[in-house]
């Protein structure tokens, strides 16, 4: 049975939802004022990569980092032209070089894992937990062996990974721990902001994001010396570190990973709006939770004891046995209700082919090294993948109130005809 003749033989009649939804725009005239004024000033980049005064920038991205300092309560940001950069400038800094195992989730975007390879440093994969998806300390505990040099956290669809728990993991071991915010602005674990627990903190202003500036990034961190080697590994290092009487030259390689001024003004009318921009993913999130809340078979996203949940995504968990379907079937016929949502998030990332056949780049130990990628490795991500996740892109789109009842009753019309999905088998 297709998709429409599921629609009318099974859900009844006419989709619930019967136009797509329409994008939300948080983009107003504060922000083309902003990139106005940066156009008739004719300086849209102020960067040199030499040592001196424009060796850090020009005004709009340097007050961008102060105003992030000021929001975010650390010592340091240092703006990236992405998050991926960003994240790749923290292997630098922290010093991974030559077969130096991290250890890393395999539920997130690929960067995450890819930025150890850069300078050599070797993916060790971990298991997430079942209920916020994060990567899961009793697994990253079993991980941890001579080579490893640090952790990466990140922080799932809006949620905290247990980042104290991590610290103390990371602090007993003598590893560094860094944190992938680039889904969770505001988000917090016992009060304190997610990607300010980590010794750096990465944060994303891609166009789908809470806040954005089209592309760009921030690091956040509160070690003096770790913010010079970002601020050196962002723009051309190499250069200036004579000049700056800078020792620790290891893995300060010329990179482009510079936000130029347009960017930054952009992301700092943004960043003025980050509580009402957040507070609304936050709100519609809580909403819809409410509104399937109790339907056998349905778990909405789970907020752990002490965080603050930003919903970057809504993530639901279905269970096959108790809705008696399958989770194909449920989201066949989910859309052609007119709800628009993806199954599984990203099939775990050791199943990329760069893994399973352990290539990487020729100059690189990567492919030496006798670290393997089986199948089976993370068993509750796979899970995830293949049986139970379901997820809604919250931030997407523009929602009132009315709209957020119909993507509730998508759900639930689903669910009480999934007696008759099932005879459909």
Not at 136 to 153: H, L, N, Y
Request: charged share 20%.
């Amino acid at each position: 049975m297709d998709i429409e003749q599921t629609k009318l033989a099974v859900c009844g009649g006419e989709p619930v939802l019967r136009s797509a939804l329409a994008r939300y725009n948080g983009i107003a005239q504060e922000e083309i004022q902003a990139v106005t004024r940066v156009l008739e000033s004719g300086m849209l980049s102020a960067f040199l990569g030499t040592a001196g005064d424009g060796f850090l920038g020009g005004p709009v991205v340097r007050g961008l980092e102060d105003a992030w300092c000021e929001r975010f309560e650390v010592r340091h940001a240092i703006s990236m032209n992405s998050a991926t950069s960003g994240l790749f400038a923290a292997m630098g800094a922290i010093g991974i070089g030559a077969q130096d195992e991290v250890i890393v989730p395999p539920y997130t975007m690929s960067a995450t894992v890819m930025a150890p390879l850069l300078y050599g440093g070797i993916p060790i994969f971990a298991d997430i937990e079942p209920d916020t998806f994060c990567i899961d300390p009793e697994s990253v505990r079993s991980k941890i062996g001579p080579r490893t040099k640090a952790i990466i956290a990140v922080n799932l669809f809006g949620h905290a990974s247990r980042l104290t728990e991590l610290k103390d993991i990371a602090r007993r071991h003598g590893l560094f721990l860094i944190e992938d915010n680039a889904q969770s602005p505001l988000a917090s674990e016992n009060g304190t902001y997610c990607g300010t627990i980590g010794d750096i903190g990465v944060f994303s202003l891609n166009y789908h994001k809470h806040i954005h500036s089209g592309e760009g990034g921030l690091c956040v961190t509160n070690d003096d010396r770790l913010a010079q080697r970002l601020q050196l590994i962002r723009n051309h290092g190499e250069n200036a570190v004579a000049a700056m009487e800078v020792e620790d030259i290891a893995n300060i390689v010329g990179f482009n990973y510079r936000m130029t001024e347009v960017g930054a003004a952009i992301a700092l009318e943004q960043l003025k709006k980050i509580e009402a921009l957040v507070e609304r993913s936050e709100r519609l999130a809580t909403k819809l939770s409410e509104l399937v809340r109790g339907l056998d078979g349905i778990t909405p996203p789970h907020v752990r004891e002490g965080c603050r949940h930003v919903y970057y995504v809504w993530a639901a968990r279905l269970d096959e046995r108790a809705l008696g379907i399958t989770r194909e079937q449920f989201s066949r016929a989910l859309a052609a209700e007119g709800f628009p949502h993806a199954l599984g998030y990203v099939a775990p990332l050791y199943w990329l082919p760069l893994f399973q056949r352990r290539l990487a780049f020729s100059s690189h130990p990567f492919h030496l090294s006798q670290v393997c990628y089986p199948r089976g490795l993370c068993p509750v991500a796979e899970r995830m993948y293949l049986k139970e996740l379901m997820t809604f892109n919250i931030t997407l789109y523009d929602l009132d109130p009315p709209t957020l009842e119909l993507l509730a009753q998508a759900i639930r019309k689903v669910h009480r005809h999934r007696a008759e999905l099932a005879r459909e088998r």
